[in-house]
């Protein structure tokens, strides 16, 4: 069995760890004013009622929040339904969706308001407002 000289490949093996990670990362958002993204958006299913959020609230389902894996909490975010161009405005108070393709937890009630509550799952267009 050769002799390997593992200093020279560690170097390799991190930078391949590093950039595998940063695939899984996801992209982020900016919260600037004007700042959008597109994607599928899914809500909170009423079991969650009363559960405390990221943001310390409790969730409300008939409150008009969301949640976002990384805009800061409070930031106000219009959310359009693509499916019918129907648009509610949200405040961001919790972490998430943890589901791949997903980029915003509507509430029970934003998500009446841009009727998806049938479909379940929708494609959004999010905008921040601040």
């Known amino acids: 069995m050769p002799n390997r000289d593992w200093s020279k490949v560690q170097p390799i093996l991190a930078l391949l760890c590093l950039l595998a990670l940063a695939g899984c990362a996801g992209q982020q958002m900016s919260d600037a004013p004007g700042a959008s993204a597109s994607g599928e958006a899914s809500y909170y299913s009423d079991r969650h009622q009363g559960a405390r959020t990221a943001s310390g609230e409790r969730y409300n389902r008939s409150a008009m929040t969301a949640a976002h894996r990384t805009l800061a ?25 943890f589901s791949r393709g997903r980029i915003i937890d509507l509430s029970r009630a934003a998500a009446e308001q841009i009727g998806m509550i049938r479909s379940g799952v929708a494609p959004v267009r999010v905008e921040v407002l601040k």
């Not at 909490?73 to 959310?79: A, L, M």
């Not at 405005?89 to 998430?96: A, F, H, S, Y």
């Open 73 to 97: 909490f409070g930031t106000r975010v219009r959310v359009t339904n693509l499916n019918n161009q129907r648009q509610t405005v949200v405040r961001i108070n919790d972490r998430g969706p």
